[in-house]
């Protein structure tokens, strides 16, 4: 097997004596691959990807691109380009200058450089503003100058940070269609750091998702929102009710409020303290005297606060577990509402609910 | 409701709707109250600034009477002919060359200091930048009398070789005393614009050009230098005009031999009392100056 385009090996990053922004940090991002960095601000993940780039030399461990070690390189010296959160764009030059400045680094020949920007400019949509000042372009423009800058040297690996952070909604989620196309098309392995979890899960191959400097869990999106490993990655994407239980046998766990629920205990000793995740959309209500699907868990709660979003409603719901579980319902015609104060069933599969070990 | 105090401003304060007319009576009342602001100062520099120099502009066309005295009659150009006589020329080169020199050597000293600081933490900043402006709380003709002990044939430097074994160093009264000097006078001047430009340097364009392959010193070459200049254009003005027309270093720290342009002046207006050739000179100066600065913008702003 082709070695992994980037893999970090006990990679820990110190600044100063007290401060430790990445933290004994293995991974493995395939060749190819849209890989995404997800956490809050402060999590290590841009540390990391500065590592990677070279504007960060990491304290301890190895940092390899394609099984070369490049841990103590300088950025020059790297086969990687990187496309910055503000896109540091050289406000002095054009457009067209900013796209060939890594090509004349590189020596190319001018009139090959003068061909491959030209391609690049033209791939996002810019060919007819190669000779404006970056200032004069609106933000979505500049980001794709940005991009045409980094790709043109077509980089073994691309890094991404935060990217469409500074776009407005629209525009960064038509940049989120454009750049998964752009990468699957050029196949060259994107990393990404994003701390949007939406961003993460829509454009990526993998998720790693980071916090306190140290990498939680890796895996696709559906592993990551789905079976999240443990409290903060099932709390960090996406909504999420964490209602702490207690193993009392196989597939059975209690509730603090001495409900007995039936979730895939995966061979957790009876006793253990676990917490339960429940995503809000998997939940529904029913009708004290509706008939329920056979087999489902059920709560007797009262409902406590309704929201309408538009494509969803919202509701709060009391189960006498202290804290508020929050319902999605879908807004489809004839949906049945529930006012604030009404007694109802909450009703969920025992499959779509996980234990997260603690 | 409207809040306690406010008043209707130039009476413009109406209830009925806006009419153009109202808008525009608006407008000229804002543009009056900024005329107001800036009175004074304007005041002030047409009566300390503008007035002596129209004087001067008259008197260099007046003629010096057999006893010094100035005649404001029979005005005439021959002051500024005087200018291009080889004695006045020679002046003037001297005092160009010298301020050259001293602009490039407080530029070539200034921006790796002004680069070290801007690139510190905040704290050491301002420490750093405070002692670049302690000499300034001491009295400039003080410190250039200290230079003439320093640079004196029994002072520090000359003892310093002379115990080494080698010859007295004869510094003062020369071109190259004149120079420290200037150097010494100056440079914060050229400092302080430089750091200013390189504090406001956003490096994540460094780090791109690096990232773009660019080694440190391309880097500087292609991002931190063009995008400083503002800075440098700034500094090197800054120092250059008032080297040129220096008139206390080289009068303490110069000889004969050492004339620039300033203390050439000086002399004009007392020893010789020759008012209406002073007046013609300091305007040779000033047209010198115009015409760098503006030359020195363009060249600046073209790397821009």
Same mark, same amino acid.
Do not use: H
């Given at each position: 097997m082709a070695n992994p385009a980037v893999e970090l090996t006990g990679v820990t990053k110190r600044f100063g004596d007290e401060m430790v922004a990445v933290d004994g940090m293995d991974l493995s991002i395939n060749d190819g691959e849209f890989f995404s960095l997800l956490g809050p601000s402060g999590c290590g993940k841009t540390t990391t990807l500065r590592m990677i780039a070279g504007f960060e030399f990491p304290t301890e461990g190895s940092v390899r691109v394609h099984g070369t070690e490049m841990a103590l390189k300088p950025p020059n010296e790297r086969p990687i380009n990187t496309v910055f959160q503000s896109y540091a764009l050289f406000p002095h030059m054009t457009v067209s200058e900013n796209v060939a400045f890594g090509l004349q680094m590189k020596k190319v020949e001018k009139s090959e450089i003068a061909d491959r920007v030209k391609r690049v400019l033209d791939q996002v949509q810019l060919g007819r503003r190669a000779d404006a000042k970056p200032s004069q372009l609106s933000g979505g423009m500049q980001q794709r100058v940005a991009l045409a800058r980094a790709l043109v040297n077509e980089p073994e690996v691309l890094l991404l940070d935060e990217p469409l952070g500074a776009l407005d909604l629209k525009l960064r989620q038509a940049m989120q269609v454009e750049l998964k196309d752009l990468q699957t098309r050029v196949g060259i392995t994107f990393v990404y750091v994003t701390h949007d979890q939406e961003e993460a899960l829509t454009m990526s191959d993998r998720i790693g998702v980071m916090n306190e400097g140290r990498l939680l869990q890796v895996g696709r999106s559906e592993e990551i929102y789905e079976a999240p490993t443990s409290r903060f990655v099932a709390d960090f994407i996406g909504e999420i009710n964490l209602l702490d239980a207690t193993v009392v046998g196989p597939d059975t766990a209690r509730l603090g409020s001495g409900v007995e629920v039936g979730v895939p205990t995966g061979g957790a000793q009876a006793g253990t303290e676990v917490t339960l995740a429940l995503r809000?959309?998997?939940?529904?209500?029913?009708?004290?005297?509706?008939?329920?699907?056979?087999?489902? &868990? /059920?709560?007797? %709660?009262?409902?406590?606060?309704?929201?309408?979003?538009?494509?969803?409603?919202?509701?709060?719901?009391?189960?006498?577990?202290?804290?508020?579980?929050?319902?999605?319902?879908? &807004? /489809?015609?004839? %949906?049945?509402?529930?006012?604030?104060?009404e007694e109802a069933y909450l009703v969920w599969s025992p499959q779509a609910a996980n234990l997260v070990m603690a | 409701m409207e809040p306690a105090g406010s008043k209707p401003r130039d009476g413009l304060m109406t209830t009925a709707p806006v009419t153009p007319e109202l808008e525009q009576a608006a407008i000229r009342a804002e543009s009056r109250r900024g005329f107001l602001i800036g009175l004074p100062a304007a005041f002030y520099l047409v009566l300390f600034f503008a007035i002596p120099l129209v004087l001067v502009f008259v008197y260099s066309f007046a003629?010096?009477?057999?006893?010094?005295?100035?005649?404001?009659?029979?005005?005439?150009?021959?002051?500024?002919?005087?200018?291009?006589?080889?004695?006045?020329?020679?002046?003037?080169?001297?005092?160009?060359?010298?301020?050259?020199?001293?602009?490039?050597?407080?530029?070539?000293?200034?921006?790796?200091f002004a680069y070290y600081i801007a690139t510190r933490t905040p704290r050491v900043r301002n420490l750093m930048l405070i002692f670049v402006m302690i000499p300034f709380w001491s009295n400039f003709l003080v410190r250039t009398y200290a230079w003439r002990v320093l640079l004196g044939s029994d002072g520090p430097?000359?003892?310093?070789?002379?115990?080494?074994?080698?010859?007295?160093?004869?510094?003062?009264?020369?071109?190259?005393?004149?120079?420290?000097?200037?150097v010494y006078g100056f440079m914060p001047f050229m400092v302080l614009p430089l750091y200013a430009a390189l504090e406001r340097m956003d490096w994540r364009l460094v780090e791109a050009a690096r990232d773009l392959y660019a080694d440190g010193w391309t880097a500087f070459r292609k991002v931190t230098l063009p995008l400083s200049m503002p800075g440098v254009v700034a500094g090197s003005i800054l120092v250059f005009i008032p080297s040129l027309g220096a008139y206390v270093t080289p009068a303490l720290l110069g000889g004969a031999k050492t004339v620039g342009i300033g203390d050439y002046i000086v002399s004009q207006f007392l020893a010789a009392r020759n008012w209406p050739f002073g007046s013609a000179l300091s305007f040779g100066v000033m047209f010198v100056m115009l015409l760098a600065t503006v030359y020195y913008f363009r060249a600046g702003a073209k790397t821009l």
């Open positions: 809000p959309e998997r939940l529904s209500l029913f009708d004290l005297d509706e008939e329920l699907p056979s087999g489902y &868990n /059920r709560l007797r %709660v009262r409902v406590t606060r309704r929201m309408y979003f538009g494509d969803v409603y919202f509701y709060d719901v009391d189960a006498g577990l202290g804290a508020q579980i929050e319902v999605k319902e879908e &807004n /489809r015609p004839g %949906v049945e509402l529930y006012d604030i104060g | 003629t010096r009477s057999s006893t010094g005295q100035t005649v404001l009659a029979e005005w005439n150009l021959e002051s500024y002919q005087r200018l291009f006589t080889p004695g006045v020329l020679v002046i003037f080169l001297r005092s160009l060359l010298r301020a050259s020199v001293t602009t490039a050597i407080c530029l070539l000293f200034s921006y790796p430097l000359s003892q310093l070789s002379q115990n080494l074994g080698g010859e007295p160093i004869r510094l003062l009264f020369t071109n190259s005393a004149v120079l420290i000097g200037l």
